[in-house]
């Protein structure tokens, strides 16, 4: 079970911060699913929030689901750019 360490009092908004995340580096979404896996976990560590085997699996696959809505949105939006310019060009 998942005890509240010192942070917890400044709500560290990790959601909106792996979506961030992802968005900024979703060019390299191979790269930045893997270590928003990585950083969840790792922040809730640094934390000093208690985590066992199980929490720790999930808040891996939080953090890398949360990057890939980021970065799924920046591929999204750099097609409607890439469409929406080709589109301006051949008008």
Not at 26 to 36: E, I
Request: glycine share 10%.
């Amino acid at each position: 079970m998942a005890s509240r360490g010192r942070w917890v009092e400044n709500e560290v908004t990790m959601i909106p911060t792996m979506i961030l995340l992802g968005f900024a580096f979703g060019r390299w979404w191979k790269v930045t699913v893997p270590l928003g896996a990585a950083a969840w976990p790792a922040i809730l560590i640094a934390a000093e929030i208690e985590l066992d085997g199980w929490a720790i699996a999930g808040a891996a696959f939080l953090g890398a689901a949360n990057a890939a809505v980021g970065a799924g949105m920046y591929i999204a939006a750099a097609a409607l750019v890439r469409t929406a310019s080709r589109s301006l060009r051949h008008s």
